[in-house]
């Protein structure tokens, strides 16, 4: 890659919302960032800049959230927009780095096939590994790589370091500083490109998870359309029996011990503020006000 200083490469971030994408904007740009909104909408704009090992300082924009390309929202209007050279007060990226999260590669991967289409500086960045890790998830990044045609480095947003591998990833792009022409969207279907991801996930990750029969029995019932609604209506109906009708002696024990707390400080202490302040203070520590047959809560903490 080109190292001269004189060229600063705008780097775009890309991906699902809640895969780490900003933390490792963050990590990457530190205190060096400015926060404002895109023109004319109420989007948010990050961008921010680091120096490189090589003496380059490297322009990055963390780009608003987005499940695909072909936009619905209004963030994924902006994504798509900058990403394609159509964003009229934003240039199209030197480069554009994929966040996924390695715990849902099936979420991820397919705006990564969609960013390939783009023919732009790719690099996939596989997040949290240290939770997939945890969760006996095995990615096997050489073969992802080749699988989709991209470097594909390991990322942990949230530790010291973690972002090291990217750093190297982007020094040995390829980049150069010539004007971007805009580029359109392909026209491959949703469910062309969840085959291709089907296929990769098949071939490059491997569950390890432990066989837990019980959490497999719980999911069938509580998910289930028929016995699932009559748990959960089983469960409404003991949190009211538990408000309204249970609750009345646990209320009344505690009314009871302020009421006899008071009565003790008033008859074995010397009269005075203190004393009136005291006895006035338990006496209101559990008000009540009735409803019904029903006693409820109206002062005391948190009231």
């Not at 050489?142 to 982007?170: C, D, F, H, K, W």
């Not at 062309?192 to 998870?209: D, G, P, R, W, Y």
């Not at 249970?246 to 005075?272: F, R, V």
Request: proline share 6%; with cysteine.
């Amino acid at each position: 890659m080109n190292t001269a200083s004189t060229f600063s490469p705008l780097v775009a971030l890309v991906g699902n919302p809640n895969c780490g994408k900003t933390a490792l904007f963050n990590r990457l740009t530190g205190a060096r960032q400015k926060v404002a909104n895109f023109a004319g909408v109420t989007v948010e704009r990050k961008i921010g800049r680091y120096l490189s090992s090589s003496g380059r300082t490297w322009q990055i924009l963390d780009l608003p959230g987005t499940y695909s390309l072909n936009a619905s929202t209004p963030d994924e209007q902006i994504t798509q927009a900058v990403i394609t050279g159509q964003h009229r007060s934003e240039a199209i990226p030197d480069a554009i780095v994929c966040v996924v999260d390695a715990t849902n590669l099936r979420r991820g991967l397919r705006i990564a096939l969609e960013l390939k289409q783009l023919n732009l500086p790719l690099v996939l960045a596989v997040n949290m590994m240290d939770v997939a890790s945890r969760r006996q998830i095995h990615i096997d990044l050489p073969a992802l790589s080749a699988a989709l045609g991209m470097p594909v480095v390991e990322t942990i947003a949230v530790r010291p370091q973690g972002e090291e591998n990217l750093l190297t990833a982007l020094e040995n792009l390829s980049l150069a500083a010539s004007k971007k022409t805009p580029v359109t969207l392909s026209t491959q279907s949703a469910p062309e490109l969840q085959s291709q991801v089907n296929a990769i996930l098949k071939t490059c990750v491997q569950h390890h998870a432990p066989h837990s029969p019980w959490n497999e029995r719980i999911d069938r019932i509580a998910l289930h359309p028929l016995f699932g609604t009559a748990l959960f209506l089983a469960l409404m109906f003991l949190i009211f029996q538990a408000v309204f009708s249970w609750a009345a002696w646990p209320m009344d024990t505690i009314k009871d011990s302020m009421d006899g707390l008071g009565n003790l400080l008033q008859g074995h202490m010397a009269e005075g503020v203190l004393r009136d302040l005291l006895v006035s203070r338990v006496s209101c520590w559990w008000p009540f006000a009735d409803v019904g047959q029903t006693k409820l809560p109206l002062g005391g903490i948190g009231f």
